[in-house]
């Protein structure tokens, strides 16, 4: 049996990112150390879906969050995230995830963690896409 | 009467290492206690980042003068700038925080 939509949209995602050079989990959710970052996880956090046709077939919305974490300073943490945005839309534009029809970006925000008491700073890029799929009735890994 | 410059003192003296501060007075070694405690540091999606909150104790004594934010300090042969400056309710010590540069 083949993977659900969204493990197949996570996995594409990773694949391209990874082709840029960066570390990227797909399912991650342990804490990140030190000497891994900078780091990229792909989270699928949220689905919407509904029937589309007589025969049942779905049509899902899947909010896929790429969140890219550095590590740097107050001074270049900014520039450096949006030169990771820069390549990573571009990317995502040329070479969309095959399980989608429509993958579009809605929102991007950007966090500069204040570590106060920490060693470090680290700056956090959240970038929001809204991937759009079609998958028949009781059969969530097949792509319409 | 509690001597509590002399039990600074003692702490420093069985907890403490060497460390090099540099300051506008100047570059000096000075004793102090060293502390580095892992914790966590969560953004608002994602998994957590494990970091470091390393700080130092040292003696007002020892110093020349008052530490301040960005004066740098070599310890263990890491080179961190003072991020943060308190001083102890008896006027003994400083308790720095630290930012590896």
């Not at chain 1, 929102?107 to 028949?136: C, H, I, K, N, Q």
């Amino acid at each position: 049996m083949s993977d659900h939509v969204r493990k197949q949209i996570r996995d594409q995602l990773r694949t391209t990112l990874e082709g840029l050079g960066l570390r990227t989990f797909a399912n991650r959710v342990a804490a990140l150390g030190e000497l891994e970052l900078p780091a990229v996880t792909v989270l699928t956090e949220q689905e919407t879906s509904e029937r589309t046709s007589i025969d049942g077939v779905l049509k899902r919305e899947i909010e896929v969050a790429i969140v890219v974490v550095f590590e740097g300073d107050t001074v270049s943490l900014d520039d450096e995230l949006d030169g990771q945005a820069s390549r990573i839309e571009a990317a995502l534009a040329a070479s969309p995830p095959a399980a989608t029809r429509l993958f579009v970006l809605e929102s991007t925000s950007l966090e500069l963690l204040s570590d106060e008491e920490g060693e470090s700073w680290y700056g956090l890029m959240s970038m929001v896409y809204r991937a759009t799929t079609f998958t028949p009735k009781g059969d969530p890994t097949t792509i319409k | 009467m509690v001597d509590f410059a002399g039990a600074a003192e003692a702490v420093v003296d069985i907890f403490g290492e060497d460390v090099v501060y540099e300051s506008s007075d100047g570059r000096f070694t000075i004793p102090a206690v060293f502390r580095s405690e892992a914790h966590r540091v969560q953004g608002s999606r994602g998994p957590a980042i494990t970091s470091k909150r390393p700080e130092l104790t040292i003696l007002q004594s020892a110093m020349r003068a008052e530490p301040v934010e960005g004066d740098r300090v070599t310890v263990r042969s890491a080179l961190y700038t003072v991020a943060s400056v308190r001083q102890d309710a008896e006027a003994t010590r400083y308790l720095l925080g630290l930012k590896r540069v």
